[in-house]
């Protein structure tokens, strides 16, 4: 049964940067659509993030467009998050997880969630 692992979180001051990252044993990342999604305390949890297998694409919400970009690294098993310009808002538990097809950011298709990371941007 698939299930990530999500890494990478910590503390940064607003305007820093911070890369998460995402794998899985057993499984390869590549065969799916890989998904990041965060949740504040006392909120919901919201899409940020995606990539589709292979070449198919990458779709991001509009909160965080042109700061964070998602990537693969297939030889490394791994999708990246890298986070830049970060603001307090930003602030929340980072998790990714997997679905079989397309590029959208709501959690329903998604499975095999890992326990998250968490992500401070704080001064």
């Known amino acids: 049964q698939l299930q990530v692992v999500e890494s990478g979180g910590g503390l940064v001051q607003p305007g820093g940067s911070l890369r998460l990252s995402c794998t899985a044993s057993?499984?390869?990342?590549?065969?799916?659509?890989i998904g990041w999604f965060r949740q504040a305390p006392g909120k919901e949890r919201e899409g940020v993030s995606c990539?589709?297998?292979?070449?198919?694409?990458?779709n991001y919400a509009a909160s965080v467009m042109g700061r964070f970009t998602v990537s693969r690294d297939n030889a490394k098993n791994t999708v990246y998050l890298q986070m830049n310009s970060l603001k307090p808002e930003d602030t929340a538990t980072y998790y990714c997880?997997?679905?079989?097809?397309?590029?959208?950011?709501?959690?329903?298709?998604?499975?095999?969630w890992g326990q998250g990371t968490q992500v401070t941007v704080s001064s």
């Open positions: 057993g499984f390869i990342l590549d065969y799916y659509t």
């Open positions: 990539i589709a297998t292979g070449a198919g694409g990458t």
């Open positions: 997880a997997a679905t079989d097809y397309g590029l959208g950011l709501g959690s329903g298709p998604y499975y095999g």
